[in-house]
């Protein structure tokens, strides 16, 4: 029995002996296992990382007879060409070689990125669209695309939408940022905010409006705390409050000074002297024009016209009330007066025929119809503005140009205008050191209008006002006849 079970034990050592000198000799297996098997895309012109494979060599026999074996890795994928690359791993234990492949796929399946300018300060007034502050759009295999960005406003929300030319798409979301800061602008219509001054017994009508840079016009919110009374001599403060639809309040408090009507005191002439001259009237503002006058003891000189003979009467007012009367024309048509000198002093004479029914006397003060320097008489009459200039020094009559042009006459309607042109012109003959002789027109209701603003501006700057007279500083223009 004892050697029975030696025989046993013999023989089955020897089988074990050449199971495992089998096993060494012929039973390995080489395993490849990739890494993230599911890899199977890349990005066009991103970075490709490859994550790689891993291998190891194992007994078939005995697996637990195993270890690692190097990966070696052949051909590439380039992300900068669209391509199906094949990736392989190889790996070799002994005589014995393997290989695993990957295959790879380069697209472009991404969109643009849109990349949004924010400015920290910016933002948006309720009720107003948005500013657009920048964006740009680059895409990886398009370049800068910002060219083909959409935008979309929804709400308080903007949408930038960009493509590609393979058809990708991106879309980037901004919220609209929404305030209102400011309170609204108070404007006064007289051009001042802190401060005005009126004479007493004027009409203070100086309007305010409001308006808010998110709601607009909001002058129906103003509140006003203060009155004046413009027939009493003093100091008015009134405050105008407003407030906007988000709270933001203005508060301005503007003082109207109520103060002494000047008034005229002529003085000798000299180069703070000022001519106010009427033409063509009188006329329908005539009378108007007087009380304006009389209002701030002021003289003028009318170049009187019978070309309205409802107001002729008027020509005897301006007389008893001390203005100058004078000749400017009877029918005031050029065709007719220019026609030759004697029609011009046949016409002369009519209208002085009408001012001495009107006020007693004859005058010889007078103004050319256009003036001296006219050339539509040239029309008519070749050279008659020559031969009239010599012969109204030679009858002993006196005429009168201007230095001074409104631009009444045709260079504006509006009432603002002639004052800035009257001031204008008064100045720069005052600075020359020579009176100032002003062209105006009764029968014009805007240069009537502007007429109590010249005299005030002219008092309050130490001008006088006077009517011409035969021995005034005379203005003539150069002979174009």
């Known amino acids: 029995m004892k050697k029975t079970r030696y025989i046993i034990a013999a023989l089955s050592a020897a089988i074990v002996c050449l199971y495992v000198l089998c096993a060494f000799l012929f039973g390995y297996r080489i395993r490849i296992t990739l890494k993230d098997p599911f890899l199977t895309s890349a990005e066009y012109g991103e970075t490709y990382y490859d994550p790689g494979a891993s291998a190891e060599v194992r007994n078939i026999l005995l697996p637990f007879l195993h270890h690692r074996l190097k990966v070696s890795v052949k051909d590439q994928v380039n992300p900068s060409r669209e391509d199906t690359y094949t990736v392989a791993y190889t790996a070799s234990y002994r005589n014995h070689t393997k290989t695993a492949k990957r295959k790879v796929t380069v697209k472009d399946t991404k969109g643009p990125v849109i990349s949004l300018t924010y400015n920290p300060d910016y933002y948006t007034l309720y ?80 309007a305010v409006t409001a308006n808010d840079d998110s709601d607009g016009d909001v002058t129906s919110s103003i509140k006003a705390e203060g009155q004046v009374d413009a027939g009493t001599i ?63 003891n002021v003289k003028a000189t009318f170049f009187t016209t019978s070309s309205k003979p409802a107001y002729t009467s008027m020509i005897g007012e301006e007389y008893r009330r001390g203005h100058t009367v004078a000749i400017h024309t009877y029918t005031h048509a050029y065709s007719t007066i220019y026609a030759s000198a004697d029609a011009y002093w046949n016409d002369f004479n009519a209208q002085n025929s009408v001012i001495a029914e009107e006020t007693g006397s004859t005058t010889t003060i007078f103004r050319f119809p256009g003036g001296s320097s006219n050339t539509v008489s040239r029309t008519y009459c070749p050279g008659i503005m020559t031969e009239l200039t010599k012969e109204a020094s030679a009858k002993g009559y006196t005429y009168f140009d201007w230095n001074v042009s409104s631009g009444d006459a045709g260079g504006t309607t509006d009432t603002d205008q002639v004052f800035e042109n009257v ?18 027109h009764d029968i014009k209701d805007f240069s009537v209008n502007a007429v109590e603003k010249i005299i005030q501006w002219g008092l309050e700057n130490g001008y006088h006002f006077s009517a011409l007279t035969a021995g005034s500083h005379v203005t003539h223009h150069g002979v174009n006849n």
């Not at 295999?141 to 060219?147: E, F, I, M």
């Open 127 to 206: 009720n107003h669209p948005y500013e657009e502050e920048g964006y740009q759009a680059v895409d990886l295999r398009d370049g800068d695309v910002t060219a083909s960005v959409r935008s979309e406003t929804k709400g308080k929300w903007i949408y930038y939408t960009a493509e590609d030319s393979a058809g990708n798409t991106s879309t980037y979301i901004r919220a609209i940022p929404y305030d209102d800061r400011n309170g609204p602008v108070l404007t006064f219509s007289n051009g001042t905010v802190e401060e005005e001054t009126i004479y007493v017994g004027s009409t203070w009508n100086t």
């Open 423 to 440: 001031k204008a012109g008064v100045e720069q003959c005052s600075a020359y050191g020579v009176p100032s002789v002003v062209l105006q």
């Open 234 to 296: 003093g100091d008015y403060p009134v405050t105008y409050i407003v407030t906007d639809s988000h709270g933001n309040t203005t508060a301005v408090t503007h003082t109207v000074h109520v103060r002494p009507l000047p008034v005229n005191k002529p003085a000798g002439e000299d180069s703070k002297t000022i001519y106010l001259t009427f033409d063509d009237g009188p006329g329908p503002y005539t009378a108007e024009l007087l009380d304006i006058l009389d209002k701030y």
